[in-house]
């Protein structure tokens, strides 16, 4: 069981290179956070975009370009093409985003002729390395879908259940988080957690514990959840944080980095390879365990 981020690249150490094709490089902050991973030696790179601008940030910040292979389209929508057809076809394990919108990278990852579909839910799974804590927590879905239905949740826990075993947890533990810990016909989510529970009890979702409703306090804290009297496989054991909505995400997934201090990581999974997609607010630390943990997801897939 993989424990922090020091452990996640000491693996991807072991388990890399895999290759890694960057859609619209000509980005200061993702060929900064490339050019550690290649020096780590755990990817080869292959960037694609506007060759000009790449070896302009390059020679400025004294990156050695002539480690990369790079594919000159200036286009933004085409270089996402390339970058996506190129794990398509073999080529490369996993793509990053650099420059360039989400939608543009997800419309190529999504298109049938070039694309990575598999017919799954896309969803993004953020890793957390939190202080005084023994365990990453895995925050789904802060950033892809918006009001999750109870099948849509079904398939969001299977994702993120794939890169917690990418990180050789065999059963992780899913809490599906709601504002209180017991079932309320007038909070759906509540009755949705519910029913995640007994579909996993019924092998219906397979290959971790599912638990809920729980709110975040007796999910992550055995303390927490003694003094509630809650008796939980998951009770104050999560990995796996399943929140009801982006908004609920996107606050966690920010509490976690601003006022924790969290490590953190994301990639978007259920397609046939993982999507490194990171934001200009993260950091390069967290954009280069963000390539790590596309590393390890890829060593499962190839």
């Not at 690249?9 to 072991?14: P, T, V, Y």
């Not at 004294?62 to 200036?74: L, T």
């Amino acid at each position: 069981m993989i424990k922090n981020f020091k452990e996640v690249m000491e693996i991807a150490k072991q388990r890399g290179p895999k290759t890694i094709s960057v859609a619209c490089a000509q980005d200061f902050e993702v060929l900064s956070a490339v050019n550690q991973a290649v020096a780590e030696g755990i990817v080869n790179a292959i960037l694609v975009g506007d060759k000009e601008k790449i070896l302009e940030i390059a020679q400025n910040h004294k990156i050695d370009a002539g480690q990369f292979e790079i594919i000159d389209v200036k286009d933004a929508v085409e270089a996402c093409r390339k970058a996506v057809e190129l794990v398509s076809s073999g080529k490369a394990h996993m793509v990053m985003k650099g420059l360039v919108d989400t939608s543009v990278v997800l419309k190529a990852v999504l298109d049938p002729e070039i694309g990575l579909r598999t017919g799954n839910v896309l969803s993004h799974v953020a890793v957390f390395d939190v202080k005084e804590y023994d365990r990453l927590f895995f925050v789904t879905d802060a950033a892809m879908n918006l009001a999750p239905d109870l099948n849509t949740k079904k398939q969001i826990i299977e994702n993120a259940v794939q890169v917690a075993h990418a990180l050789d947890i065999p059963e992780p533990k899913v809490a599906a988080l709601c504002a209180v810990e017991k079932v309320n016909p007038k909070m759906k989510d509540t009755v949705e957690a519910a029913a995640l529970e007994e579909m996993n009890k019924n092998g219906e979702l397979t290959g971790c514990i599912v638990g809920g409703p729980f709110a975040l306090d007796n999910a992550v804290s055995m303390e927490a959840a003694k003094h509630k009297g809650i008796n939980h496989p998951v009770a104050g054991q999560a990995e796996i944080l399943l929140v009801p909505d982006i908004e609920a995400g996107n606050i966690l997934y920010k509490s976690m980095v601003f006022f924790a201090g969290a490590k953190n990581a994301g990639l978007i999974v259920g397609a046939k390879a993982p999507v490194v997609l990171t934001s200009r607010a993260d950091s390069d630390e967290a954009k280069l365990y963000s390539i790590a943990l596309g590393v390890l997801c890829a060593a499962k897939l190839f």
